[in-house]
Nanobody, 123 residues
Framework: QLQLVESGGGLVQPGGSLRLSCAAS????????IGWFRQAPGKEREGVSC????????NFADSVKGRFTISRDNAKNTVYLQMHSLKPEDTAVYYC????????????????WGQGTQVTVSS
């Protein structure tokens, strides 16, 4: 059974950094693109970033470009989202999700989801 578990969320001050992890079990992560999504209260889920199977291609939402990076360690079956210069508007529950082979702009294309980790940016 495919399972994804996010970790690393928490409370951070504006301008701070966090690194989220997405650990996979029950399948080999290397065959899957991994996307990070977030959902703030009262807002729709939005795509944040995605990384292809080998890590050779990544994409980012305009709102996080230059501040967030995504990477993966297939040997550890883990994908990371490094977040810098955090802003209050980054506050949300962050989810990772898996899609076979390639990234997609649509969250509906991702079949396996983690339970989410809360990120709160506040002074």
């Amino acid at each position: 059974q495919l399972q994804l578990v996010e970790s690393g969320g928490g409370l951070v001050q504006p301008g701070g950094s966090l690194r989220l992890s997405c650990a996979a079990s029950g399948f080999t992560l290397g065959a899957y693109a991994i996307g990070w999504f977030r959902q703030a209260p009262g807002k729709e889920r939005e795509g944040v970033s995605c990384i292809t199977t080998s890590g050779g291609s990544t994409n980012f939402a305009d709102s996080v470009k230059g501040r967030f990076t995504i990477s993966r360690d297939n040997a550890k079956n883990t994908v990371y989202l490094q977040m810098h210069s955090l802003k209050p508007e980054d506050t949300a529950v962050y989810y990772c999700a898996a899609k076979f082979l390639f990234c997609s702009n649509s969250h509906d294309a991702f079949g396996s989801w983690g339970q989410g980790t809360q990120v709160t940016v506040s002074s």
